[in-house]
């Protein structure tokens, strides 16, 4: 049966992410209400690696601490390189709909992260909300090796939680208004 021995044999030579996307994924989202307009919010809509506050030590010991992204980000195509202290992914842009909806699919992984967890994709979701604000939500998309999935699945849900909530703080603080001293 030399014909099921070659599809075998491309199956494992196809791209991580590509047979990522063949297994099960799991997606998480997290959601912050910010007190600006969608448009303000899209506008300073940030990666994760660009925000320069530190992340705290648990974040640091749970994932790899982003340096600085390289690339174009603003269409659909566009690919981003994303640095880390001990790799790097490149995602690309897959959809747009300002002020709305902004997503990607990761399309190449050379960073070790948790055990085995391949990233596949995420987005950026804004709704806008009575009196001005808007809720924004941040999906990760992944598909975890560890095993067994029922007592790992709780862990990586709670690590890409406080991801996207130090992402989410450090964004929702450039929107707040500086308080001034009393005269």
Not at 14 to 39: D, E, G, K, L, N
């Amino acid at each position: 049966m030399p014909i099921k021995e070659n599809a075998v044999a491309r199956t494992f030579q196809a791209p991580p992410a590509r047979i990522a996307r063949m297994q099960s994924s799991t997606s998480v989202v997290t959601q912050m209400v910010f007190a600006a307009p969608p448009a303000q919010v899209w506008q300073g809509l940030l990666f994760y690696e660009q925000i320069q506050e530190r992340p705290p030590l648990l974040l640091r010991l749970l994932l790899p601490v982003p340096l600085r992204t390289e690339g174009a980000k603003s269409q659909v195509g566009h690919q981003v390189k994303c640095v880390y202290e001990c790799g790097n992914l490149i995602k690309r842009i897959t959809r747009i709909d300002a002020p709305r909806h902004y997503e990607f699919d990761v399309v190449e992984q050379n960073l070790k992260l948790g055990g085995g967890l391949a990233l596949i994709g995420g987005c950026y979701t804004l709704r806008s909300l009575e009196g001005g604000g808007t809720e924004v939500g941040i999906t990760t998309r992944y598909v975890s090796a560890m095993r067994p999935g029922w007592l790992w699945r709780p862990v990586e849900a709670a690590a890409c939680h406080m991801f996207h909530r130090h992402l989410l703080s450090a964004m929702r603080r450039r929107f707040q208004p500086v308080s001034g001293g009393s005269s």
